[in-house]
């Protein structure tokens, strides 16, 4: 699925190129646009996006929060290779290593502070939403700090990711709603199949970085999985099993979400993503670790 040819897609590029140059010729704009422009997929804003459209708004009425939610992402990938010692990611050399950290680490800030400014015309809602989502961010990097501390349970597992993924996934599937005037019951459930989706989308990255599957990344520390608490009760095999049929149940409960909405382009757009993010990684995942 080539997501790059969605005009979503195509409105949070032009968005964030207007941004990066804007910034003249000032060296935060080199970290800027190397940290902005690394091959993502972008799915959290056009998530945003697409929940604003489900709710039949254009995307003109969304789109600056949807670029708030892609520079607080950014801002978190930085944030998160400085504290993991990220060498590589997307195939290409984190802030960090290009930059130097604490470079870097300014680079953040900067994304972080853009957010909230592009946030703010949205409204008190909305705003104590982001920041929420923003806040269980940071507290879910520290969650996944005490790996080094503690042995991880399975519930520990399943907070650290909703705060430190799930959670911008979420909000960003709810602002999308609030952003077209949506009443709470429809951007809560929108912002529950986000939840849904980025719970699976994160159990998935956990399973292909353990399968040695995930390319374009490289860091020094590992963080704790699902495979790896399964695998304290069962072979590697079984555990891997396990959590395939975990996945399948969290995008299960993202589709019946989905199912409720009126037909129309932007569901099926939601369905593919929810596919595209999940089943599909999964199934290149268990040919390639079951094939012999």
Not at 107 to 124: M, Q, R, V
């Amino acid at each position: 699925m080539d997501i790059e040819e969605w005009e979503e897609y195509r409105y949070v590029a032009e968005g964030i190129d207007t941004f990066v140059r804007e910034l003249g010729d000032s060296y935060l704009k080199n970290m800027v646009g190397h940290v902005c422009n690394t091959g993502g997929k972008r799915i959290r804003p056009l998530l945003l996006l697409l929940s604003s459209e489900a709710c039949s708004a254009s995307y003109k009425n969304s789109l600056d929060a949807a670029l708030a939610v892609e520079m607080m992402h950014s801002a978190s990938l930085v944030h998160d290779d400085l504290l993991d010692q990220g060498l590589i990611r997307r195939n290409l050399p984190t802030a960090s290593e290009k930059f130097g950290p604490s470079q870097a680490l300014l680079c953040g800030d900067f994304l972080i502070a853009k957010s909230i400014e592009l946030i703010s015309p949205y409204g008190e809602k909305v705003i104590r939403i982001f920041g929420k989502a923003c806040m269980d961010m940071a507290e879910g990097e520290v969650l996944d700090l005490q790996l080094e501390e503690k042995e991880f349970s399975e519930r520990d597992y399943f907070d650290c990711i909703y705060r430190k993924t799930a959670s911008l996934f979420e909000v960003s599937a709810a602002i999308g709603a609030y952003a077209a005037g949506a009443d709470m019951s429809l951007a809560k459930r929108l912002g529950l199949f986000g939840r849904y989706l980025g719970t699976a989308y994160q159990i998935v990255d956990d399973l292909l970085e353990f399968l040695k599957m995930l390319e374009g990344k490289e860091s020094k520390h590992e963080s704790e999985t699902l495979i790896h608490i399964y695998m304290r009760e069962m072979p590697e095999e079984e555990a891997v099993r396990k959590t395939v049929v975990c996945v399948k149940e969290y995008v299960h409960s993202a589709k019946e979400i989905l199912g409720g909405l009126d037909p129309c382009s932007t569901r099926e757009k939601l369905f593919r993503i929810t596919d595209y993010m999940t089943l599909d990684l999964l199934d290149t995942a268990w040919s390639k670790a079951f094939s012999e």
